[in-house]
Nanobody, 127 residues
Framework: QVQLVESGGGLVQPGGSLRLSCATSGFSLDDNAIGWFRQAPGKEREGISCMSHNAGSPYTYYATSVRDRFTISRDRAKNTVYLQMNSLKPEDSAIYYC??????????????????WGQGTQVTVSS
């Protein structure tokens, strides 16, 4: 059974950092890509990052809105994918989700490319 569980969200001040975790089970990170999405109230779900399944040097993709501030990484031994978020802004406030797909294709930022989703973790950036 495929499962993804996000954690690490919380309240942080502008300019601060958080690291989100996506613990996975029921599949291998060597065979599947992982994407991170977020959804703020009243807005569409936004694809922000994707990591391919390549065992040696996975490809990584970022939305323009988070590039150079967020970093996706993984620990294959722990079956966990991380999203390090630095220089957080109030507009980063949202529920953050991880999801799995076969690959990070050209449409990696589209939610319908992903099969299974976690329940989400809330990130609030506020002073």
């Amino acid at each position: 059974q495929v499962q993804l569980v996000e954690s690490g969200g919380g309240l942080v001040q502008p300019g601060g950092s958080l690291r989100l975790s996506c613990a996975t089970s029921g599949f291998s990170l060597d065979d599947n890509a992982i994407g991170w999405f977020r959804q703020a109230p009243g807005k569409e779900r936004e694809g922000i990052s994707c990591m391919s399944h390549n065992a040696g040097s996975p490809y990584t993709y970022y939305a323009t809105s988070v590039r150079d501030r967020f970093t996706i990484s993984r620990d294959r031994a722990k079956n966990t994918v991380y999203l390090q978020m630095n220089s957080l802004k109030p507009e980063d406030s949202a529920i953050y989700y991880c999801a799995t797909a076969l690959v990070c294709g050209v449409g990696w930022y589209r939610d319908y490319e992903y099969d299974s989703w976690g329940q989400g973790t809330q990130v609030t950036v506020s002073s």
